[in-house]
């Protein structure tokens, strides 16, 4: 990688091997593995083809496309860190603090998912998608994972975590923006339980009780 191409933004983000090697943008960043290329340039909101399933079958970092190890990094935002399910496969751990750190979308809690002007024929992920930028992020390091269907794509159910970081502008979130994120977030999930039921609302009340005991002092 020539790093004399790298956005200004990013440029001070330390950078491990993996990511070195990946492509840069013309407007500065390293191009993620999963990352479609549309005539010739890439895509950042949209997946390649066939990514997801390469993920899966040959055990592919999201962020740098080579081999995991046994310990696997999402980066997710609260609302998934309750109910431990999310739409993406998982990276290297030093991939994921990365893309916490040099992602715009996932650094900037003001930037918002740009959908205009979708290619023809891009799907949205499997599962309930929260389009909002959920503030604060965590990086949820887990041995463990199960892979579901959901229509026509697949969900990721993650097992009990070896190790959880919470990061927020590019840094270690506070336990005060960890809890704005949860508060704020908390209605959407609720919205969506409310339609299935009280079942799916008991079942919510568990995964919030659970999901409290691992928040960041």
């Known amino acids: 990688m020539d790093k004399t191409k790298l956005n200004q933004a990013i ?11 990946l492509p840069i943008s013309e407007t500065g960043f ?9 005539d010739g340039k890439p895509d950042f ?13 040959r055990s592919l970092c999201w ?20 109910n431990r399910t999310i739409a993406e496969p998982p990276s290297h751990l030093e991939c994921a603090e990365y893309a916490v750190r040099a992602c715009p979308f996932l650094s900037n809690p003001r ?9 023809a024929g891009h799907q949205e992920p499997a599962g309930m998608m929260i389009k909002r930028n959920p503030g604060a992020v965590c ?11 959901d229509g026509n794509g697949a969900v990721f159910r993650l097992g009990d975590p070896t190790s959880m970081t919470w990061w927020a502008e590019g840094r270690r979130a506070t336990r ?10 908390l209605p959407l999930l609720r919205a969506e339980a409310e ?23």
């Not at 390293?30 to 290329?37: I, N, Q, T």
């Not at 918002?112 to 290619?119: G, L, T, Y």
């Not at 990086?139 to 269907?149: A, D, H, L, S």
Request: overall charge positive; some cysteine.
């Open 111 to 119: 930037m918002r998912r740009n959908e205009k002007d979708m290619p």
């Open 139 to 149: 990086i949820w390091v887990t041995k463990e994972f199960r892979v579901m269907r």
């Open 176 to 185: 005060a923006e960890v809890d704005h994120s949860i508060q704020t977030g």
């Open 30 to 38: 390293p191009v993620p593995w999963f990352v479609a290329w549309l």
């Open 63 to 82: 962020t740098c496309g080579q081999p995991l190890g046994q310990y696997k990094a999402f980066p997710i935002g609260p609302m998934c860190a309750i």
């Open 195 to 217: 339609k299935e039921g009280p079942e799916a609302l008991a079942m919510l009340d568990r995964y919030i009780a659970r999901a409290q005991r691992l928040l960041p002092p």
């Open 11 to 21: 440029w001070s983000i330390p950078m491990a091997d993996r990511i070195n090697r």
């Open 45 to 57: 909101r949209v997946i390649g083809p066939d990514k997801l399933v390469q993920a899966v079958k």
